[in-house]
């Protein structure tokens, strides 16, 4: 084998290593503190040339919270009036949950009129209304089972 074949196998061994080190160190970064998400997809600030969201109007009998109910952060809640609330592991989350099977950025509770919904954000693990498992936006009353990994979530007054 000649120098030069040598000297580029090695080099393009090295670029495949760095390139596994620099991914692997992406993932646990990303893992430990969350991804970076665009300012107009975290629900904070309006977007462009749009005035801000309104909060559903309350009626008698409406839901006005989230609470965890069942799982490691039991009694962990998020008020309604603060829709879309985000649901998962990471900083951004307005009910953070420590639990393995929650992804970063896992599920999304928002109003639509007077409906409340829950929406999965393409978890590994999935979203799960009573004991089936959402692929779309849906529906959800007062006292209605929401379960993330291990943990139960429900809309209550």
């Keep these: 084998m000649s120098e030069l074949t040598l000297f580029l196998i090695r ?38 040339g749009k005035g801000k969201a309104k909060a559903p109007t309350k009626r008698r009998g409406s839901p006005t919270h989230l609470i965890v109910v069942e799982g ?21 989350a307005a009910i953070k949950l420590d639990d393995d099977y929650v992804s970063t950025r896992h599920a999304r509770v928002a109003a639509s009129g007077d409906e409340w919904f829950v929406e999965d954000l393409g978890s590994t693990n999935g979203t799960y209304v009573g004991t089936a498992r959402i692929t779309q936006p849906t529906t959800i009353g007062l006292g209605v089972q929401v379960r993330i990994g291990k943990t139960i979530l429900e809309l209550r007054k």
Excluded: C, H
Aim: net charge neutral.
């Design 11 to 48: 080099f393009a061994f090295l670029a495949i290593l760095w390139i596994f080190v620099l991914s692997a160190v992406s993932v646990i970064r990303s893992d430990m503190f969350g991804a970076r998400v665009p300012e107009t997809a975290r629900g904070s600030a309006p977007a462009r």
């Design 72 to 92: 490691d952060n039991t009694g962990a809640r998020a008020e309604l009036a603060d829709a879309p609330l985000l649901i998962g592991r990471g900083s951004d």
